[in-house]
């Protein structure tokens, strides 16, 4: 990887859904059994990368869900319905479940929050950034899988280049993890280490 992919002047640390309900051992997903230590590792990264994204002057935007009790979007709640899924909603609005975990957002740090999986879905991520001359994305959070690699899909489709901090991300699964990386490794996204980036962004001041 070289410094000049991921310059300050062009680039974006985009962190997803660092929650207490997606990576916390007080959240939803531990609640239903799911292996916390993957993604409490990734969120400690991520904590490591912003501070070395803050320091090179690249600009951060953080993404949360935020949910409404029976208020997801129409095809989540379809798709709960097809599946008999009556587990809680995750991330409620004004609930603890939706508060961030590990970084946190800053003045001047762009923020946006989603009812879908892609951070571009219905946010204005994409035109914010943009506007700001933004044509490089570093992706971290959660989960690999679901909203990391929707983001991913789409920030293709609204002409950034991707590159993914992959322990700076996690699923529940390792495989999964593993396996939505090869893919968009194989579609044109960049996959490297959390200190790796932090290493040529240090080089860059």
Known sequence: MKADWIAPNRTAL?????????????????????D?????????????LVEAARAAGVRI?????????GGENRIIREAKQRSGDDEPDLCVEGTRGADFIGPKPQAGDVVV??????????????????ALEVD?????????????????WDGFEQDFHIFIAADACAAYE???HRHALQALEMSGATIA???EFSALWKKST
């Open 174 to 176: 390792d495989s999964l």
């Open 14 to 34: 985009v962190v997803i859904d660092c929650q207490v309900d997606f990576g916390s051992p007080d959240g939803e997903m531990a609640r239903r059994g799911k």
């Open 193 to 195: 280490a959390s200190a």
């Open 36 to 48: 916390m230590a993957a993604p409490q590792a990734a969120v400690a990264q991520a904590d490591s």
């Open 113 to 130: 929050s989603k009812t879908h999986f892609s951070a571009f879905a219905r946010t204005g991520l994409a035109e914010q950034l943009h």
């Open 61 to 69: 935007a953080f993404v949360r869900l935020l949910t409404h009790p």
């Open 136 to 152: 490089t994305l570093v992706l971290a959070g959660l989960t690999t899988e679901c909203c990391v690699a929707s983001s991913a």
